[in-house]
């Protein structure tokens, strides 16, 4: 913050005026975002610096100016400063006596500023001028940011009131709305009344000291609540939209998860597969490289013979030789024979093994797509929960659309009695005015018998003061000697007329402390009853004054009349507007149901699209399942050919001579 102090400074030195020390003191060590300079009296030039430093400061969320005495020309510095700025947050200028000048700085201010939220304007004078309060009540209106407002003890009359109803038609955020202690009356908290039907966000409207019936205050209660109760029932629609739309993410990653297990499975399982068959291709390769190997060895041993019965032709004493030759060659092909069925067995137990593997992966992908149609049908279920939520929300529609046709006939009484009982008061206002003017005329003839008879006593004690004073010059005159003591004689016969006379006590006592001059105090009592003359002719003007406020008063009551007819008008005027507002009500009711028809059908089509997901699946899993069967298929044929080439090699092996 000793930034802002720096900057403070130097704007005042350039502007030319000295910093105030005050507001130096409280920029020294502010609160972290908060600037309160309450009851400091800010000058123009201090006003103009603050509000140069406010149009693009961004560390204050708080500004207190209450009781600051600002002037109309600083208030609109201040307030100009303000309209730039992005980082305010709260804002208080009680008692600053704002007036028209500062209502229409007030509305600029609503009107530009897109971060204030919460406005305090308690003890100022914004409703004293009608044009400059229209001023503020259109920057209300246009204000998209404004939550909090306090207007107490601001004049605001019934016409400001008028106005502000209009503002809050078209405001859609303030939240909370202090008007106590203003003149509002009737006229105003009907206005306001009428503004509910389409204000959806003011929550609390305080109209204590307005001089506002009951039943005005109960509709304002009444408007009050239902917002709170629309706003709470839209929190609660949107929250159980968002776990709605949260399930069925969680839903769409659950089964796109298990698509994806479900495919690493078929790729491993296709991937084994492939390395079992490059192995068996390699075993049969194998095999036919033996097979070659043993059919070589069988053409050399044809050789062997061909060469051995050319040598028993040459020579008898080799075929013993041959002869065991050829049972050694016989012994080694009934070796090799039984190596090769050894072998065989052993090819047929590895193919039974796979084949008993391969079954065993059958079963567990026929296991995992059980454990699939298990939660499908899970997720069907939870589907058949949120259709019955939805019935259930529905009923719960109808039951509030058939609470607010209750309310609106009860609506409807309530005005009923509303007026006989407004009759009722019309005719005991007029037998109470009667009486007032009975009363007042009694006691006028009352008052006028007693100012007369005070008169009277007043001219009564000038006389007997003016005796009084003759027989004191006469005394002065004879006896010079014996002026003390009629000095003290006079004195307490002053006295006397101070018990009687309240109002001429300090007369008389200046009469008493002139003991040395007799004539002053002759002139004092002169000028006694001078005054007296002076109060008889003010009291015969203050009942002149009693005269014309009867007149005023008669007048009064005619005016009121009149103004009865023009509420009877007003009430019959708001009485159609209130069957206008039911009928809004009926239709946001209807727009509710379709809003309900339509997510419905959403949730229909999403029920649709999970079904062809999981259709899309079966068939993914029964073309794997063929798959499976084509490679099973594929392996049993080629375990047969296997089998009938080492048959045919068997079979085809020449038998050994005899």
């Known amino acids: 913050m000793e930034a802002l102090r720096r900057a403070y400074s130097r704007l005042c030195q350039q502007s030319g005026a000295e910093p105030q020390e005050a507001v130096l003191q409280r920029l020294l060590r502010p609160p972290r975002g908060r600037l309160d300079l309450a009851t400091q009296s800010l000058t123009v030039d201090s006003c103009r610096a603050l509000g140069k430093l406010l149009r693009a400061e961004a560390q204050l969320t708080e500004l207190v100016l209450s009781d600051c005495m600002l002037s109309e020309e600083g208030a609109a510095l201040l307030l100009r400063g303000l309209c730039a700025n992005t980082a305010v947050r709260l804002l208080d200028l009680k008692g600053n006596n704002l007036r028209a000048s500062g209502a229409e700085a007030l509305g600029r201010l609503l009107r530009q500023n897109k971060s204030i939220q919460s406005l305090t304007l308690e003890w100022n004078s914004l409703g004293a001028w009608e044009d400059a309060f229209a001023a503020f009540c259109g920057g209300l209106a246009a204000n998209e940011a404004l939550r909090q407002l306090d207007l107490r003890n601001n004049q605001i009359s019934h016409q400001g009131a008028e106005q502000l109803a209009l503002a809050l038609k078209g405001n859609t955020t303030l939240q909370q709305l202090d008007l106590r202690w203003n003149n509002i009356g009737l006229l105003g908290g009907r206005a306001l009344v009428s503004c509910f039907p389409s204000n959806r966000s003011l929550r609390r409207l ?98 062997k013979l061909q060469m051995t019965e050319a040598a028993l032709a040459l020579s008898e004493h080799k075929a013993q030789e041959l002869g065991e030759r050829l049972a050694a060659s016989e012994q080694g092909q009934l070796s090799q024979a039984q190596r090769l069925e050894t072998e065989r067995r052993l090819e047929r137990q590895e193919a039974a093994e796979r084949e008993s593997k391969l079954l065993r992966d059958l079963s567990a992908a026929n296991e995992k797509n059980l454990l699939l149609r298990d939660q499908v049908d899970e997720a069907e279920r939870k589907v058949g929960s949120l259709q019955e939520q939805l019935f259930q929300a529905r009923q719960q529609l109808t039951t509030t659309a058939a609470e607010l046709k209750l309310r609106a006939i009860q609506a409807e009484e309530r005005l009923d009695a509303e007026r006989e009982r407004s009759k009722q008061n019309l005719q005991d206002v007029e037998s109470l005015r009667l009486k007032e003017v009975e009363h007042m005329t009694r006691h006028l003839e009352e008052s006028e018998r007693a100012m007369q008879e005070r008169v009277q006593r007043l001219e009564a004690t000038r006389l007997a003061l003016e005796e009084e004073l003759s027989r004191v010059k006469a005394a002065a005159l004879t006896e010079r000697g014996q002026a003390e003591e009629e000095l003290i004689k006079a004195r307490q016969q002053a006295r006397l007329d101070e018990q009687r006379l309240a ?43 009693l005269r014309r406020r009867l007149e005023e008063l008669q007048q009064e009551l005619s005016d009121k009349e009149q103004e009865k007819v023009a509420e009877v008008a007003r009430a019959r005027a708001e009485l159609r507007a209130e069957r206008t507002a039911q009928q809004a009500l009926r239709e946001q009711v209807e727009a509710l149901e379709r809003q309900l028809r339509g997510l419905a059908s959403d949730h229909r089509e999403a029920l649709l699209d999970r079904e062809s997901e999981n259709a899309s699946l079966r068939e993914k899993l029964r073309l794997r399942e063929a798959e499976i069967a084509r490679i099973r298929v594929d392996e049993a044929q080629r375990a047969s050919f296997l089998q009938k080439a080492v048959l045919a090699y068997v079979q085809g092996a020449p038998s050994p001579p005899q």
Request: overall charge negative; charged content about 30%.
């Open 206 to 303: 305080d109209l204590a000291g307005n001089n506002v019936p009951g039943d005005v205050l109960r509709a304002v209660e009444q408007g009050a609540g239902h917002n709170q109760d629309r706003q709470a029932t839209l929190r609660e629609s949107q929250a159980r939209t968002q776990v709605l739309s949260q399930e069925v993410r969680h839903l769409r990653e659950e089964k796109s998860r298990q698509f994806l297990d479900l495919m690493e499975t078929i790729d491993k399982q296709r991937d084994e597969m492939a390395q079992s068959s490059r192995a068996s291709a390699v075993r049969v390769g194998q095999l036919q490289e033996a097979l070659s190997e043993r059919h070589s060895i069988i053409n050399a041993l044809k050789a």
């Open 503 to 545: 109002h001429l006590e300090e007369k008389l006592r200046l009469l008493g402390q002139a003991r040395d001059e007799a004539q002053g105090a002759c002139l004092q009592q002169r000028q006694t009853v001078a005054e007296a003359q002076a109060r008889a002719g003010q009291l015969g003007l203050q009942v002149e004054g």
